[in-house]
């Protein structure tokens, strides 16, 4: 123990599972010393998987213990906040899974809290890919000026996913649907390469999932600090139809893109070719350090691997007093577009659904309320139809307006 960083889980759910079997892999830098739930049979299941026995059914007595240095946190969206400012008040360093928060002021309030008790905050992000921090550092200054950039995420999520837990698809508890779960994750990232978020604004609706209350598809646009414009457009009423394209960010220079859910990886291309061609080159030169620890092993599509990477740069920034790779700040940056998009498209999310209803194919309704639902989707092979094409079209135009053609 003596020397290794003391780790608290809070939060025994699905996701604290990855975080245990990553810190396992840390084990010369930490050791899990506790867990916090109030659900036992949870806290046990954990218990178990990292080898400890103790656990605070109140994450204050986790936070008052004085053998935890860092705490991990993956509890439910609408806690993420409270826990975290009370972490970083008890002097403890916070990785919080993402969303980091539900709305800016929280946001603030973290960063505030984590400043003042001089601890290290982080928030979960695919960000910890080397691939991501090669782009940002090496290929996006020789983009040159960005002219316009988009980013379209897909995720099918269907009522059981709903149901494996009362707190999600609520306002209350998750504080959103696809923009606050799902797209939150690469909006991060997004934001990252892009910059400040100066506005954000769009339009959203519930069309498939009656079961929930919150949006399962919408679309929007950001304005950055540097002046440039980018849309988004995401769902969870089905799976990416066939060559759509996920994220391209475009610039006098040449473009990044990626094709792959979740922007696990991002490719590039510059107009310049020995430009592009010595990027490439240094990239795979610098993607050598995914065989050495604490990569190795790496799997871009293994969640426990970038959280695993994450971490180990959070302990290093502890032992080193510096900033960690993915700041918390950088993590407010997509709140700041779920709060836009969530505001400005609260008053028309009715009119939307409606239009949608009364202009599209949508899959045959076997709901008792004549409504068709997710697994109708499934069950037809939906893939969104013409909507999708239609919705993509808006987002895909590099004008700086966005339409709303059902208002
Ligand atoms: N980064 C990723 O890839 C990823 C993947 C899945 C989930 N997540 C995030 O992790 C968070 C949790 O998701 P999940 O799927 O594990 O949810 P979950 O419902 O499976 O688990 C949440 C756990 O938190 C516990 N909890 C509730 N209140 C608590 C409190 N006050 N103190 C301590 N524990 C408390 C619950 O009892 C439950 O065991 C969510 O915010 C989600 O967005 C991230």
Avoid at 13 to 32: F, K
Avoid at 92 to 107: C, D, Y
Wanted: aromatic share 10%.
């Amino acid at each position: 123990m003596a020397g290794k960083l003391g780790v608290g889980i809070i939060g025994c759910g699905g996701i604290s599972a990855s975080h245990v079997e990553a810190l396992g892999g840390l084990a010369d830098d930490c050791a899990v010393v506790a867990v916090s739930d109030p659900v036992e049979s949870a806290a046990r299941r954990r218990m178990a998987q990292a080898g400890v026995s103790t656990w605070y059914p109140d994450y204050a007595d986790l936070l008052a213990d004085e053998h935890v240095d860092v705490v991990t946190i993956g509890v439910p969206h609408y806690l993420h906040a409270g826990i975290a400012v009370a972490a970083a008040r008890a002097g403890k360093h916070v990785f919080v899974e993402k969303p980091m928060a539900l709305t800016a002021g929280e946001v603030h309030e973290m960063l505030v809290a984590a400043r003042a008790a001089g601890v290290k905050m982080t928030v979960s992000s695919e960000l910890a890919n080397p691939i991501h921090r090669f782009v940002k550092e090496r290929v996006l200054p020789a983009l040159g000026s960005i002219r316009f950039s988009y980013l379209v995420d897909f995720y099918l999520r269907t009522t059981a996913y709903y149901r494996t837990g009362p707190w999600r698809g609520t306002w209350a508890f998750e504080g959103g649907g696809v923009f606050a779960n799902q797209a939150i994750y690469t909006w991060h990232q997004y934001t990252w390469l892009l910059g400040e978020v100066d506005l954000a604004y769009g339009y959203w609706a519930n069309i498939l999932h009656p079961s929930i209350e919150v949006e399962d598809l919408g679309y929007g646009l950001v304005k950055f600090r540097d002046g440039s414009c980018g849309k988004l457009f995401c769902t969870t009423c089905c799976d990416a139809p066939t060559g759509t394209r996920r994220l391209e960010i475009v610039g006098a220079e040449g473009e990044i893109s990626s094709d792959v859910p979740w922007l696990r990886t991002l490719d590039f291309h510059l107009k310049s070719e020995r430009l592009d061609a010595a990027l490439h080159r240094d990239l795979g030169a610098h993607l050598r350090v995914l065989d050495e620890p604490p990569y190795a092993p790496w799997s871009p599509d293994d969640q426990k691997c970038r959280i695993r990477a994450q971490l180990a740069d959070l302990f290093r920034a502890i032992r080193d007093d510096r900033e960690p790779g993915v700041s918390a700040a950088s993590g407010g940056e997509a709140i700041k577009i779920l709060n836009g998009l969530h505001w400005h498209g609260w008053r028309h999310s009715a009119r939307l659904r409606d239009w949608i209803y009364g202009r599209y194919d949508l899959p045959p309704a076997t709901h008792p309320e004549g409504r068709p639902t997710v697994e109708d989707a499934v069950a037809a092979d939906w893939r969104g139809g013409q909507l999708i094409p239609d919705v993509l079209a808006i987002v895909r135009s590099p004008t700086r307006s966005l339409d709303a053609p059902f208002l």
